[in-house]
């Protein structure tokens, strides 16, 4: 299931950076996640990089774009297809 980031959030700027698919972006008013890049760092890390820095702990899980941990490796594999 990919992440998304909610009404909590502070533009801290420290998730972008974090983000090996470059899924994070500016939005009109806070950040957001494009769920077609997230693998919630499948491939890359054993957990979100976003999650783990984010200071006031706002970001779920998107349960409007629920993918399995296979999905995530595939969507990473498709993204990545000679490794990271």
């Known amino acids: 299931m990919a992440l998304k980031i909610d009404e909590d959030c502070i533009n801290c700027d420290v998730c972008e950076p974090e983000c090996p698919n470059e899924a ?8 957001e996640i494009d769920w077609t890049k997230c693998t919630e760092c499948v491939g890359h890390y054993d957990e979100p990089q976003c999650v783990e820095v984010c200071p006031v702990d706002c970001i ?3 349960e ?10 595939a969507k990473y594999d498709k993204m990545y297809p000679d490794g990271a």
């Open 24 to 31: 994070i972006y500016m939005g009109e008013e806070i950040y």
């Open 60 to 62: 779920p899980k998107d």
């Open 64 to 73: 409007e774009h629920a993918e399995s941990q296979e999905d995530l490796q």
